[in-house]
């Protein structure tokens, strides 16, 4: 899902801002295109994100479908691009601006869903992780006492899209899926982390 309005960072389009040059929406595609049983990617966008389809095209060179909605509703957004891309199946359903998204997570996710016996899954974060990155979340849920995040990751059933489904919750103290980019500090705490995660691979790679 790549059709929000990115208000809050004020860089404009926020799925083509650039994290140590690379789009965000990149970072979201490339974990996608790394992790097992993910067959087809398809990229939402909408009137507010013009530029983004075009540079998802150039950088993948047409391999990753763009779907254009009408935007300003997330959920009607989400239903008529599954309905578009004819999805009859479990769909991954996210946002485009978690850059540090990894496979790792990704197939645990999905291993989760596959033996949760649900027909839809949505992946939260315990709130004292994204106070620990020092976020203030907009949304925050209580499930069974404890306060959780939305991460902006759900599994749903394609095929029964239009209805609302039974879900189980998912609660990961990943910070990666805590830390969405919807600030200019989220930004550089990502870029923190991401050099920090680059210097850890060279040291060990020269050891």
Request: glycine share 8%; aromatic share 6%; proline share 5%.
């Amino acid at each position: 899902m790549a059709g929000g309005f990115g208000s809050r960072l004020g860089m404009g389009e926020k799925p083509v801002v650039e994290l140590l040059g690379k789009p965000l929406v990149s970072y979201v595609i490339d974990a996608l295109e790394s992790t097992e049983n993910i067959r087809n990617i398809y990229v939402a966008v909408s009137p507010a994100t013009p530029s983004t389809g075009s540079v998802v095209h150039n950088r993948y060179n047409g391999r990753i479908k763009v779907i254009d909605t009408m935007g300003g509703n997330y959920v009607a957004d989400m239903v008529y691009a599954v309905k578009t891309a004819a999805i009859n199946e479990p769909v991954l359903v996210m946002m485009a601006d978690i850059p540090l998204l990894n496979r790792t997570l990704l197939e645990h996710i999905i291993k989760e869903y596959e033996k949760c016996g649900a027909p839809a899954m949505s992946v939260f974060s315990p709130i004292y992780v994204c106070k620990g990155l020092g976020i203030r979340p907009d949304t925050v849920f209580n499930w069974k006492g404890k306060l959780i995040v939305p991460a902006g990751i759900n599994i749903i059933d394609g095929k029964d899209i239009e209805n609302e489904q039974p879900y189980v919750s998912l609660i990961m103290e990943d910070l990666e899926l805590a830390l969405n980019v919807n600030t200019v500090d989220d930004l550089q705490r990502c870029k923190e982390i991401l050099s920090e995660i680059k210097d850890a691979n060279v040291a060990g790679n020269n050891l």
